[in-house]
């Protein structure tokens, strides 16, 4: 049971280049939610999954895209990477319903050069 | 004003200390207040959750909810050095809805 996975851990982005990053849960859970955190700003929410087939706008969306591939996948895009996008990044996720139970990945360390 | 408010320290104790983390809040419709702890280099794990108003206790964490103040706080008691953490807090409006969190709390204690 490996909860809420994330790849690749680590990253190094020229600036234009793209990259997708990953996340996969095995607690069937049906809410999932790609944040972004820096050093002084806290957790900042780019997308989030309700449901299934639903994705919905966060606080900072811009430059980011996302698919919610089926119930388990949920991936992160950045079509042009720039170097405000340098930041640690976590999925989390929760059963719908139970935002008070939200579970984090391990994160993914991205540099934007 | 932001949404969530909290001191990011560092706070620094030593062993067997008294801690108390707080975070203020502006938005009354909150309902829902979680503390969240975050070792270097790791992902978030939720540690303790109330609903509206009240205390929790769980062994050596307490968690206390003034609605009124609009003001949350976590007490961690004969804290130890494996405590040493980011605790960040985080609060949400509906069981389904998003979470705001706080910018988090570094805490070092020491032996």
């Known amino acids: 049971n490996a909860g809420v996975t994330q790849t690749p851990k680590f990253q190094v982005l020229k600036t234009g280049q793209s990259m997708t990053l990953q996340c996969a849960q095995d607690?069937?859970?049906?809410?999932m939610y790609w944040y972004r955190q820096d050093p002084g700003m806290g957790l900042r929410l780019i997308y989030y999954s309700a449901s299934e087939g639903t994705t919905d706008k966060g606080e900072v969306p811009n430059g980011y895209n996302v698919s919610r591939l089926n119930k388990r996948e949920f991936s992160l895009r950045l079509e042009s990477a720039a170097p405000s996008q340098t930041s640690v990044y976590f999925c989390a996720t929760h059963t719908y319903g139970r935002v008070n139970e939200q579970y984090f990945g391990p994160g993914t360390r991205l540099t934007v050069t | 004003q932001k949404e969530v408010e909290q001191d990011p320290g560092p706070l620094s104790v030593p062993e067997g200390a008294i801690v108390s983390l707080n975070c203020t809040y502006s938005n009354s419709a909150f309902q829902y207040f979680m503390w969240y702890r975050q070792y270097s280099r790791k992902g978030p794990e939720l540690l303790m959750y109330?609903?509206?108003?009240g205390n929790k206790e769980d062994g050596r964490f307490t968690a206390q909810v003034d609605k009124s103040s609009k003001y949350i706080s976590l007490f961690i008691r004969d804290s130890q050095p494996s405590d040493s953490a980011t605790y960040l807090c985080a609060m949400s409006r509906r069981s389904q809805g998003n979470l705001i969190f706080g910018k988090g709390t570094k805490l070092s204690v020491k032996p």
């Open positions: 607690m069937n859970h049906n809410s």
């Open positions: 109330t609903y509206s108003s």
